[in-house]
């Protein structure tokens, strides 16, 4: 069965620096999503992307993100300069109508 | 925008026994609500979804209705087992490209 998949499953950074998570999203899917989710808190929006554009964004996702599918295949998203509260479990879904599959998730941790 | 709210936020059942979740949203627009399971140390898994021209969708011991009237919907386990321990989210799909807003989760507990 097609899954998505992202890298790496863990991710420790220092503050300020850039980081890249990496997505997979499931070959045949056209829509493509992160959401992120702080421990023990709910999953929370922060971008959509499809044709190659971002088609929603919510008001966590500032000028710091920024997401790009550099191939046919990844799906990326860029925290330029990191901050603590950046710390959360990042998830990339990806979908072909309503159904959105997700990720096992990027564990970021800021220091 | 749109909000969900999800109760409650923990449910301890016997085995065996049926658990509800129910849910809440703001935005009568929405047609579309998922849910989800997430284990730990994992992302959230789709179980079962329900769209706004139905009422009541089964699928074995899962099931989920939808009041659109009264803008709320429900997911039903019956005879829960241990593994049906976990995280819930009920989701309301809340813009025009289909992002989901979750509610804050349901830690539902299974004892045999």
């Known amino acids: 069965e097609p899954e998505v998949t992202q890298t790496p499953s863990h991710q420790v950074t220092q503050m300020g620096q850039e980081v890249i998570l990496r997505c997979v999203p499931i070959s045949n899917h056209l829509y493509f999503y992160w959401y992120r989710q702080i421990l023990g808190q709910k999953v929370e929006f922060l971008v959509s992307f499809y044709n190659n554009e971002i088609s929603e964004k919510s008001e966590i996702f500032d000028d710091q993100f920024s997401v790009e599918r550099p191939d046919g295949s990844n799906f990326t998203l860029k925290i330029r300069s990191t901050k603590l509260e950046d710390s959360a479990m990042y998830f990339c879904?990806?979908?072909?109508?309503?159904?959105?599959?997700f990720g096992p998730g990027t564990r970021l941790t800021v220091l | 925008g749109e909000n969900v709210e999800q109760h409650p936020s923990t449910l301890s059942v016997q085995e065996g026994d049926s658990a509800v979740i129910k849910c809440t949203y703001s935005?009568?627009?929405?047609?579309?609500f998922p849910w989800y399971k997430q284990e730990l140390g994992k992302g959230p898994q789709l179980i079962i979804d329900?769209?706004?021209?139905?009422g009541e969708k089964k699928d074995q011991r899962i099931a989920v209705t939808l009041n659109k009237t009264a803008k709320h919907f429900s997911l039903h386990i019956t005879e829960t087992q241990p593994e049906d321990s976990a995280v819930y989210f009920c989701?309301?799909?809340?813009?025009?490209?289909?992002?989901?807003?979750f509610g804050k989760g349901t830690k539902l507990s299974v004892k045999p």
């Open positions: 329900i769209r706004s021209n139905v």
């Open positions: 989701a309301s799909e809340g813009g025009s490209q289909g992002n989901l807003i």
């Open positions: 879904a990806s979908s072909s109508d309503s159904k959105q599959f």
């Open positions: 935005d009568s627009a929405s047609n579309y």
